[in-house]
């Protein structure tokens, strides 16, 4: 069972960058598609950005389209999220999850694999 592992997170100012990894163990992300989803307190979780790992083909949600960039990094099996110009609304708990297939959906039910997650905080 792939095994994921978030890093990154953190406080920041607004209109600032971070830059969130997701490690995957146990196997590659090959034949997977890797997505970021976030979860403020009392809302749902929401799908941010994600990827099919082979070939790379990118989704993004309108909101961080131009903020935020998915990418991976095939030799370290890991995917990031480079976020900038952050506002307060992107305050959220943000998780990395696998799916099998290379389908790239935007509902958490359709990914397998959860990471723990990783606190982004920023502040006005």
């Known amino acids: 069972q792939v095994q994921l592992v978030e890093s990154g997170g953190g406080l920041v100012q607004a209109g600032g960058s971070l830059r969130l990894s997701c490690a995957a163990s146990?196997?590659?992300?090959?034949?997977?598609?890797v997505a970021w989803f976030r979860q403020a307190p009392g809302k749902e979780r929401e799908f941010v950005v994600g990827i099919i790992w082979t070939g790379g083909r990118t989704s993004h949600t309108d909101s961080a389209k131009g903020r935020f960039t998915i990418s991976r990094d095939n030799a370290k099996n890991t995917v990031y999220l480079q976020m900038s110009s952050l506002k307060p609304e992107d305050t959220a708990l943000y998780y990395c999850?696998?799916?099998?297939?290379?389908?790239?959906?935007?509902?958490?039910?359709?990914?397998?694999?959860w990471g723990q997650g990783t606190q982004v905080t920023v502040s006005s």
């Open positions: 999850a696998a799916r099998t297939g290379a389908v790239l959906t935007t509902t958490a039910y359709d990914y397998q694999y």
């Open positions: 146990g196997r590659t992300f090959s034949s997977y598609t």
